[in-house]
């Protein structure tokens, strides 16, 4: 008989078994937006969400019976582990494309038109009422919520075509000067309650603050800055942006002068306890705010060079629903004895409606009238 030959059995070779899911992205995109002369009101809702899942698994076993021993388990012999490789720093996010000076004209012939363009050139940049730059780190600071106090009670709505124009200029400029942010628009709901800007401002600050921006501009609807140059951005001391504006030919109307647009810190605003909740009807609340601010906290009135930060006013006639505040000097003379109390610590309100529009958040607030401080508290009687 033929000797047989020894057979051996060739053990398996481990192989490693994995498998993958093809990456699934589900992308969303749903764009509105209306434009309406009378009350435009503009929406959108832009999108992104994107799935992968990966699973891998290996098994490794070796059989070998023809040795006369029994067949045995052989444990995993973990990989040694690649560290990820880092990303690379990114730089901060720095302006692109600025032009300097611009021609601003408030043709309200040609707002429907103009506001579609914008529309159409700008909607890709932002989601939920938010801008944010790409591949670039955004500086503390720069993270920036524009508060604009509304009401629109005019017969023609006058105030809602000056947002929208508002919004025609402001929103490339800050896109060229590359800035993360948000305009927030607060509304006072339209009741027999005179206007509070102030408190309207005290809002915006308290729910942007919650959103996670740190830098916070209180702005009249009716500004617009006339060079891209003139960078918005915050500092640990506050600034008066609006110093130079045409309708006072581009000179300071007194020295101490705090409306129109300033730019706050967080810590500064809370710092000195907000707005005054208190001024109800026009005038004052401004100049307590100065007073809360240089007198009381101690901060320098710092402003933008003349040379960069002019302003063009959208003009208007003054409003019968604004009637001025007959109290206002009184408040004012007595501000650092309702600041104590009197701000962001008492500050009351409803939140009726919020929602997210393609370039701004819309808040719609109750401000609350019945339940004002008694003027003899606020006075120190």
Same mark, same amino acid.
């Given at each position: 008989m033929?000797?047989?030959?020894?057979?051996m059995t060739?053990?398996?070779?481990?192989?490693?078994?994995? *498998?993958? /899911?093809? /990456?699934?992205?589900?992308?969303?995109?749903?764009?509105?937006?209306?434009?309406?002369?009378?009350?435009?009101?503009? %929406?959108?809702? @832009?999108?992104?969400? =994107?799935?992968?899942?990966?699973?891998?698994?290996?098994?490794? *076993?070796?059989v070998a019976p023809a040795f006369g021993y029994e067949s045995q388990e052989v444990a995993e012999t973990p990989e040694p582990e690649i560290p990820e490789p880092e990303e690379p720093a990114q730089d901060f996010c720095a302006p692109k494309g600025l032009v300097g000076p611009l021609a601003i004209d408030f043709d309200m012939d040609k707002l429907e038109e103009r506001f579609q363009e914008l529309s159409e050139s700008n909607k890709d940049f932002f989601e939920n009422g938010e801008h944010t730059p790409e591949n670039c780190q955004v500086q503390k600071l720069k993270n920036i919520a524009i508060i604009i106090p509304f009401r629109d009670m005019t017969k023609d709505l006058f105030r809602t075509k000056q947002f929208l124009y508002f919004l025609y200029y402001m929103i490339p400029i800050l896109h060229r000067q590359n800035n993360h942010f948000s305009v927030y628009l607060v509304n006072q709901v339209h009741d027999d309650s005179p206007f509070n800007r102030a408190k309207l401002l005290n809002i915006g600050?308290?729910? &942007?603050?919650?959103? %996670?921006f740190d830098c916070f501009f209180f702005h009249d609807v009716d500004l617009v800055p006339e060079n891209d140059q003139n960078i918005y951005e915050c500092f640990d001391n506050p600034r008066h942006y609006s110093g130079f504006i045409d309708k006072f030919n581009y000179n300071l109307p007194y020295n101490s002068?705090? %409306?129109?647009?300033?730019?706050?810190?967080a810590e500064a605003f809370d710092k000195i306890?907000?707005?005054?909740?208190?001024?109800?009807?026009?005038?004052?609340?401004?100049?307590?705010?100065?007073?809360?601010?240089? &007198?009381? =906290?101690?901060?320098?009135? @710092?402003?933008? /060079? &003349? %040379?960069?930060?002019?302003? #063009?006013?959208?003009?208007?006639g003054h409003e019968t629903s604004n009637k001025p505040n007959p109290n206002r000097q009184k408040l004012l003379k007595a501000w650092n004895n309702h600041?104590?109390?009197?701000?962001?610590?008492?500050?009351?309100?409803?939140?009726?409606?919020?929602?997210?529009?393609?370039?701004?958040?819309?808040?719609?607030?109750? @401000? #609350?009238y019945s339940e004002r401080i008694p003027l003899e508290k606020l006075l120190g009687g």
């Open positions: 033929a000797r047989e030959k020894n057979e060739q053990a398996l070779l481990p192989k490693e078994k994995t *498998s993958h /899911e093809e /990456e699934d992205p589900y992308i969303s995109c749903s764009f509105r937006n209306t434009v309406l002369f009378a009350i435009v009101m503009l %929406g959108g809702l @832009l999108y992104l969400q =994107a799935m992968s899942t990966s699973e891998c698994s290996l098994s490794i *076993s070796l600050f308290e729910i &942007a603050k919650k959103d %996670g002068i705090f %409306g129109g647009i300033t730019a706050y810190s306890n907000g707005y005054s909740n208190e001024y109800w009807g026009w005038g004052g609340e401004d100049d307590d705010l100065e007073r809360r601010t240089i &007198a009381g =906290a101690k901060y320098k009135l @710092l402003r933008p /060079e &003349a %040379g960069k930060s002019h302003y #063009k006013m959208i003009k208007h600041a104590k109390f009197d701000g962001l610590n008492s500050l009351n309100y409803e939140l009726i409606e919020r929602s997210n529009d393609l370039f701004f958040k819309n808040i719609t607030v109750d @401000l #609350k």
